[in-house]
Each structure stands twice: as structure tokens, then as C-alpha cells.
């Protein structure tokens, strides 16, 4: 068995980094997560396909690249007056843009890659994200991912930090919902990482099911948890 870990610069190389997976699973080596699951979830389209099974999303304008207009008719079409502007393949908040009615972009600006456009959620600032660990499908323990003074990205590399975090049933029961839309079943991991919308309701901002740090500072038993399950699939 292979196990992905730390390939966090598969953004960068997707062909390559697919080619190889497939080449161990060719040889009749198990890949967790296999590289089907990888290959669907590499581009962050395939929130829409969440969508259409039932998982509640934040609200998202597709394209295939982005200038200064597109940033305006998002800014009208959500209603807000402050937007986020992500790579369709990217990680780690790496390459996003967020832009205001009084910081819109230059003319001549450009994406310039597949993006994605979504209102900016004021509670990202508020009560930051919410991470959900999944392991063989049950629900492992939770995280809450808290932005730096005077940033919205929680990540780790924009000074983000995180917390213990022990989610209320609803709250709950919408990540669980999210791990039922996957159209693949039995994921050794996955991570949903979720954000609060101005209705209260929880939103998935990501399903990472690649290689997705797991925070086993906020869930000590993760090891163990862990360990069975891939001694469930090796058996």
C-alpha cells in the first residue's frame, strides 16, 4: 500500500503527479485515496458536483479566466462589495486574490488560469473555518482554523493557527453530509473544510481528499483510528 503524504506541491505538476499514481495502481499497488478520488479532486470544480448531491456550497462563479469586469459582475450577481478569486487547481490559499469595490484590479489584470469567484464570508474573520476529519467515513474530531490579525486566509503561511474545536450536532450533520454527496465510498481520509454563511448555515468551501493535513494535535486518537483502517484494507 501507498499512502499520500505531504505531496503539496501536486498543484504545480497535476499531469505528472497523476501519471505516477496511476502507475503504482497499475502495478497492482493500493493507493489511498486511489487516483480516481485524486484525479476528481484535484479541480475544485467538482464543488458543482457536490452541489447537485444535495451539499450545501458557498456560492461560486466558474471561469476560465478572470479580469476586472468578471470581478465586478461577481460583486453585483452576489450582492456583496468584497470577492475572493481562487485558482480551480491551487492549495494552500497560494495564488488567491480578494478585491473590494474600492481595490478593484487594474484594466489590465488578468487571472490567468481557471478560477473561481466567491463572495468573501465575513465569518472567516469572525469565527474562522471549520475542518472535519473523516477517517474511513466516521466522523475522527474537528478543528477550528483562525485567521492572523488583519487577514482572512487561515492558513498556517499567512500566520493562521488553530484550535480544538467540538462541533454542535448540526453543525456536524452538515459535514456528514458532505462526506455522503462524495460519489465514492469507503475514503481511507478525508478532510471537509467549512465556513459559515451570513444565513448561519454551514457551507463546504473544500473536500480534500488527496493528501490533506490532518491535525493530529486536535485529535490524538487519529493514529490509532487510523491504523485500523488500513489494517481493514490490507487484510
Known sequence: MVLLGTA???QDHPTEFLV??????????KVCNPPAVVRWNTEKSYLRELEERGATVVPTMWLGDAGRQDVRVAMADFG???VVVKRQVGAGGLGQHSFTQD???????????ACM??????SLVVEGEYTFVFIDGEFSHGVLKRAAE???????LFGGYEADYSPAPDD???AEAVVAALPFDNLLYCRIDMARLPSGELAVMEAEAIEPY???EQGPGLGKKLAEAVVKRLA
Open 103 to 113: 481595490t478593484l484590479p487594474g484594466d489590465r489584470w488578468q487571472m490567468g488560469r
Open 80 to 82: 456583496v462589495d468584497r
Open 20 to 29: 505516477k499514481l496511476e502507475a503504482l495502481a497499475g502495478k497492482g499497488i
Open 8 to 10: 503539496w506541491d501536486y
Open 214 to 216: 490532518l491535525y493530529p
Open 150 to 156: 488583519g487577514e482572512y486566509r487561515i492558513q498556517s
Open 117 to 122: 469567484i466567491q463572495p468573501f464570508l465575513p
Open 172 to 174: 456536524l450533520a452538515k
